[in-house]
C-alpha cells in the first residue's frame, strides 16, 4: 500500500514530512479494511510517513525498514519557472515512463528500478513469511506493479497511488505474480469525491498554494 496523505511544502524536508489529521483517517480506514489480515513480516521503506502509516494498520507488528524501497528522489525546485515545475509534475507518472526520465529533475525511473526491483527480488526470496504488507510509496508501488505484470523492468505511470491505496498480489513459487487489486482506497472506493485530481495534480496544487502563503 501506500502511505497516508501529508503535505509536502510546509517547511519539512520531504524525508521527514508526517501524515495529516486526513490522512490518519484515511490509515484508520485502511486498517479496518485489513482487519482480519495477518501480517507474517511488515516492511517500510523507513520514512516517517510509511512507519506512521504502517504502526495505524498493523499496531503491535515490528516494522522493517529498507532505505531502498523509499521514494523516488526529486530534485531541487527552488529556482525553476513555475510554468516548467508544471509540466514536470503533471507530466511525471504518464504511460509508460522511459528510463532516463528524471523525476522533477532529480534521481531517474532506472535509478529508482535499480534498488526497487532488487530489494524485490530479496523480499519473495526468503520462503519464511506467507502474508506481507509492504507500506511504500507511489512511484515505488508503480516500480513493483510493473514488474509484477509485464515480468520486465518497466514503469507503468497510469496506475493511479492515491494515499493510503492498497494493492493485493499473489506469487506462485517459481515467481510468478497475479494481480488481484490495485489501487483500492476504502474511504472512498469509487474514488469519487473532490476535485478527482491524480496524485501529481494534487502536488502541484499544493506548490501553487505553498508560493503564495496559503496555508
Known amino acids: 500500500m501506500r502511505h497516508a496523505q501529508v503535505r509536502y511544502f510546509r517547511g519539512e524536508h520531504p524525508h521527514d514530512v508526517l501524515l495529516t489529521e486526513a490522512g490518519r483517517t484515511q490509515a484508520a480506514a485502511a486498517a479496518e479494511a485489513l482487519r482480519e ?3 507474517d513480516r511488515v516492511v517500510t521503506s523507513g520514512l516517517p510517513r510509511t512507519l506512521e502509516t504502517a504502526r495505524t494498520v498493523a ?6 525498514e529498507n532505505p531502498a524501497l ?5 530534485g531541487e525546485l527552488r529556482g525553476v519557472a513555475p510554468e516548467v515545475v508544471q509540466e514536470m509534475m503533471t507530466a511525471a ?11 522533477l529533475g532529480g534521481e531517474t525511473i532506472g535509478e529508482l528500478l535499480d534498488r526497487v526491483l532488487p530489494a524485490l527480488d530479496d523480499l519473495l526470496a526468503d520462503e519464511s513469511w ?4 509492504l507500506v511504500l510509496h507511489g512511484a515505488v508501488n508503480r516500480a513493483i506493479l510493473g514488474r509484477a505484470l509485464t515480468g ?29 487489486a490495485v489501487g483500492y482506497t476504502p474511504y472512498d472506493p469509487a ?3 473532490g476535485a478527482r ?3 501529481m495534480e494534487q502536488l502541484w496544487q499544493e506548490y501553487l498554494d505553498a508560493r503564495s502563503g496559503k496555508p
Not at 59 to 64: D, K, N, R, T
Not at 130 to 133: C, E, F, P, R
Request: net charge negative; glycine share 8%; hydrophobic share 45%.
Open 37 to 39: 489480515v495477518h501480517f
Open 70 to 74: 523509499r521514494e523516488i528522489e526529486s
Open 191 to 193: 474514488q469519487v469525491r
Open 197 to 199: 485530481q491524480t496524485t
Open 152 to 180: 520486465e523492468r518497466v514503469f507503468l505511470g497510469a496506475f493511479e497511488q492515491a494515499p493510503a491505496c492498497i494493492n493485493v498480489l499473489d506469487v506462485d513459487p517459481g515467481g510468478s505474480f497475479i494481480v488481484r
Open 93 to 103: 507518472f504518464r504511460g509508460v515512463v522511459p528510463l532516463e526520465t528524471r523525476f
Open 130 to 133: 506467507d502474508v506481507a504488507l
Open 59 to 64: 499496531p503491535g507488528a515490528e516494522l522493517e
